[in-house]
């Protein structure tokens, strides 16, 4: 699917590299205060006055993040941008620029790159962040994306992985499990295809799953509207690895122990439609499937009335002792311990 059917192809070597990253960059706007100089300079200048400067960095790897056999080029880049802007909204900052570097193999024609950039532009001016600068190098094999997220916040705002107290409770953005659900829709389909590359995939059952896993959004409003409900959370994280794998940072972090409620997981209905297609337990996907890019939070128990009936919210649980452990509490009531079985890299090795 990488192949452009188009004939034009034009070899990234004919502009060379401080070419191709003027021909990358020049759509890119400054619309932060906080960013004196952008990019054209040896580096970037930026000022964040009296706020914390905040810096999360991400690497994304060809044939272990991501299968370009179905990811649009496009989707990738807006993607790449996303999953950084999550993690600093996960510490309640406001996301301010952007670095991006990729090493890229001659495979890749100049016009791919431009639809890798397209997509990290759109992302960019969805999310208000200025794109500083970054570098181009060539890879021996396929490509290679590294994105450094900045944010800024007031000091007193920011929050941690290690506020959580006992009797806190576990609160959830959006739903669970659908980008893991739209990864294996995806696979099953380049599977297919595989075997015979006349058959066009009918995909209209799965758009939501679908659309979670190619192009996940991060959720820059949780921040403004928990500040609009006057509720700092004690503890945040974002979920990227499975949600029973950020509860156990959380929790190890801040010394506590959590009871989650299988009951009140939030889940899609076309996820569970899909879970019983591919026959399976939707609750373990909801716990271990990894990339929602929701955030995870911990409030102390009085701010329950604030989020109370709030659409973008779920309680899911609460903190204990450290002592009771980490426990998953059935429909059936009964308790399971609680275990990280989310997405690791390393594994796949």
Not at 221 to 239: F, G, N, S
Request: hydrophobic share 40%; net charge negative; aromatic share 6%.
């Amino acid at each position: 699917m990488i192949e452009d059917k188009t004939p034009q192809r034009t070899s990234i070597a004919q502009l060379g590299e401080f070419g191709l990253i003027e021909h990358l960059t020049k759509h890119f706007e400054i619309k932060n205060e906080s960013t004196i100089k952008g990019i054209g300079d040896d580096a970037a200048i930026l000022d964040f006055a009296a706020k914390k400067a905040v810096v999360s960095t991400d690497l994304l790897v060809e044939g272990v993040h991501f299968d370009l056999a179905y990811m649009p080029l496009k989707h990738l880049g807006y993607k790449a941008v996303v999953v950084n802007l999550s993690d600093i909204y996960a510490m309640n900052a406001k996301a301010t620029q952007i670095t991006v570097s990729i090493a890229v193999s001659n495979r890749f024609p100049l016009e791919a790159l431009e639809e890798l950039y397209a997509g990290i532009t759109l992302a960019a001016k969805q999310y208000n962040v200025d794109v500083i600068g970054g570098d181009t190098t060539s890879s021996q094999k396929g490509l290679i994306i590294s994105i450094t997220a900045l944010g800024e916040v007031e000091g007193d705002n920011v929050v941690y992985r290690n506020g959580a107290k006992e009797n806190d409770l576990l609160v959830v953005s959006g739903d669970l499990g659908a980008a893991y659900m739209g990864l294996q829709v995806l696979e099953r389909e380049k599977q297919v295809f595989q075997v015979n590359p006349n058959n066009q995939p009918d995909l209209d059952d799965y758009t939501y799953l679908i659309e979670r896993q190619l192009k996940p959004e991060a959720r820059k409003d949780i921040p403004e509207i928990l500040k609009a409900l006057d509720v700092k959370p004690t503890a945040m994280i974002d979920i990227s690895d499975g949600l029973s794998s950020e509860i156990m940072h959380l929790c190890k972090q801040s010394n506590v122990g959590c009871n989650v409620f299988e009951e009140k997981l939030p889940l899609d209905p076309q996820f569970i439609n899909v879970c019983e297609e591919f026959n399976i337990d939707s609750t373990t996907i909801a716990l271990n499937g990894g990339e929602d890019y929701e955030l995870l939070f911990t409030i102390k128990m009085e701010d329950f009335d604030k989020i109370k009936g709030n659409p973008n919210f779920t309680v899911i649980g609460h903190m204990t002792q450290q002592s009771e452990g980490i426990h998953l509490v059935s429909r059936a009531n009964t308790k399971i311990e609680l275990k990280a079985r989310g997405w690791n890299a390393l594994q796949e090795e």
